[in-house]
């Protein structure tokens, strides 16, 4: 098969596609997935970057999702056949022309969607299903903050919260007028801009002074005191990504006060048990929203496979809105 690999850790140009070994399976369980595309998650870039290594036993590809078709069925699963469209969370290896994962962690292609587009959703519907209405519970009429609105995960989550939980109202921050227009397409009630406003007041200023139930957030410790001020009392504060450092300093007397809780979870590393729980909520809840056209996939643009150091270079320039995918040539 072919794959995208790294020379070493660093910048874009360390990725190459080049031929590899096919990947051992499929096992008692798994399935082998001959992959129409991939996306480009943040993760994606960090290990690149070697500050992301894959969990114990995963592919050393990059790559945390994939769609294609089913190439080979291992013992002991029932479902699914060969030929059958798929799309899957992985934990690496999607930057490649075949892939092996638990069966557990496969998605059939939901109604709408052609098999491309499908390569950029297992792994932002996963983090906002296990993040946004998993640990923080958010409920019917609760407000929800999404930092990065215009990113893959925010155009997502932003669409997710409106379709299930449609009284809540939605604020989301995004760095360009387009981009806090595009997400008040998706049906952001409040779109702020992370530049020139402060999210902490304008929060307050749309819910009465009482803040946020939930927020999403992917800066980290930049973000992290101004975050605790917009929660409202009970609110949950969920830490996914640590785009604005990884350190900060937690005022606990005001998260006291507030009966505030702050939560830092991340997807890749979680047992396969928990991983197959998320994905069959996923199929559950959040693949009907599809069929219904509740919800539509957020696609900024789709590059070959082999050029995925460009794809790279897109990601890190925040230039983009929604997902960059990666279609394998002639697949």
């Known amino acids: 098969m072919y794959a995208v690999t790294m020379k070493a850790p660093g910048g874009p140009e360390v990725l190459e596609w080049r031929e590899v070994d096919d990947p051992v399976g499929p096992a008692p369980g798994e399935l082998a997935i001959d992959v129409v595309a991939t996306a480009v998650n943040r993760a994606d870039l960090l290990q690149r970057q070697g ?11 990059l790559g945390l999702e994939c769609s294609g078709r089913v190439a080979a069925v291992g013992p002991g699963v029932d479902g699914w056949r060969v030929g059958d469209e ?25 109604g709408g969607v052609d098999l491309v587009t499908a390569g950029g959703l297992p792994e932002v519907a ?12 958010l409920a019917d009429g609760e407000t929800f903050l999404v930092h990065g609105g215009a990113s893959g995960i925010g ?12 009284k809540s109202l939605i604020a989301t921050t995004a760095g360009t007028p387009a981009k806090l227009a595009r997400c008040r397409e998706l049906g952001a009630d409040v779109a702020i801009s992370y530049r020139d406003d402060d999210f902490v007041a304008r929060v307050r200023e749309a819910t009465g002074g009482r803040g946020a139930d939930v927020i999403l957030d992917n800066m980290g410790a930049k973000y992290l005191a101004r975050n605790v001020d917009a929660l409202a009392p009970d609110g949950r504060l969920v830490v996914i990504g640590l785009q604005g450092g990884i350190r900060a300093e937690l005022n606990l007397a005001a998260l006291l006060a507030k ?18 729980a998320i ?20 696609v900024d643009r789709v590059l070959p496979l082999p050029e995925a150091a460009e794809a790279h270079r897109v990601v890190e320039s925040l230039g ?12």
Do not use: D, M
Not at 155 to 166: D, H, S, V
Not at 268 to 273: C, F, S, T
Not at 320 to 331: D, E
């Open 126 to 137: 996963s983090t906002v299903y296990s993040t946004v209405f998993g640990r923080a519970a």
């Open 51 to 61: 500050n992301y290594a894959p969990p114990p036993g995963a592919s050393e590809i």
């Open 279 to 298: 994905v069959a909520g996923v199929r559950a809840e959040l693949w009907p929203a599809f069929a219904s056209g509740a919800i539509r996939p957020v």
């Open 259 to 276: 009966r505030g809780a702050v939560h830092a979870i991340s997807l890749r590393h979680r047992p396969e048990a928990q991983k197959a």
């Open 86 to 110: 798929v799309c899957a969370l992985l934990a690496g290896g999607g930057y490649a022309t075949r892939v092996v994962v638990p069966a557990g962690q496969a998605l059939p292609v939901p």
């Open 155 to 166: 155009t997502f989550a932003i669409q997710a919260a409106r379709a299930l939980r449609p």
């Open 320 to 331: 983009h809105v929604g997902k960059v995918l990666l279609a394998v040539p002639g697949a």
